[in-house]
């Protein structure tokens, strides 16, 4: 990937990396406005399937259940009164394979904002959104010089008249 800079640790204002925030908030407005993906919510279930399968205690109230339960009603609630809202069935026996039952979860999940923040916040950013202790970074005169390579092949970047 390049990352186009004006100077050493100043990425250039048009640069697609120079504003995380925006693109953070880029995210959450695409997932606001567009719903999740069918692909997003089996992900989601077979966390939470994973997630109730390793929690401890009664199988309606393990944290997984209860959370899953909370979404459906808030899913029930946010449904058009004209029409019943899709069934889904418990955690403990859905099955994110079913195509039916996926589809009655897209459409009582699929706009839920609290089902797409957890989405962004367990799934998207922590892949995403890594953060590095460590910052690698190097000048035009250290990348041309014999400081870091002793030989090179080319060089491409800022234009400096400090390169040898």
């Known amino acids: 990937m390049a990352v186009p800079f004006l100077a050493k640790d100043v990425p250039s204002r048009n640069a697609e990396f120079a504003h995380p925030d925006i693109l953070i908030g880029l995210t959450v407005l695409a997932y606001r406005y567009e719903g999740l993906r069918q692909e997003d919510l089996h992900r989601i279930a077979k966390q939470l399937k994973a997630d109730f399968a ?18 459906k009603g808030e899913g029930r609630e946010a449904w058009n009164a004209s029409a019943a809202a899709p069934s889904v069935l418990g955690l403990e026996l859905f099955q994110p394979e079913d195509h039916r039952q996926m589809s009655s979860l897209k459409k009582l999940f699929g706009f839920l904002p609290q089902v797409a923040r957890y989405y962004l916040n367990h799934m998207v950013f922590p892949e995403t959104m890594n953060f590095q202790r460590l910052k690698v970074s190097a000048s035009g005169h250290e990348l041309g010089s014999d400081m870091l390579f002793s030989r090179r092949i080319g060089f491409s970047g800022t234009p400096s008249n400090l390169l040898p």
Do not use: D, I, V, Y
Not at 54 to 71: H, I, Y
């Open 54 to 71: 390793r929690q401890n205690g009664q199988k309606n109230s393990r944290a997984a259940s209860l959370l899953f339960e909370r979404w």
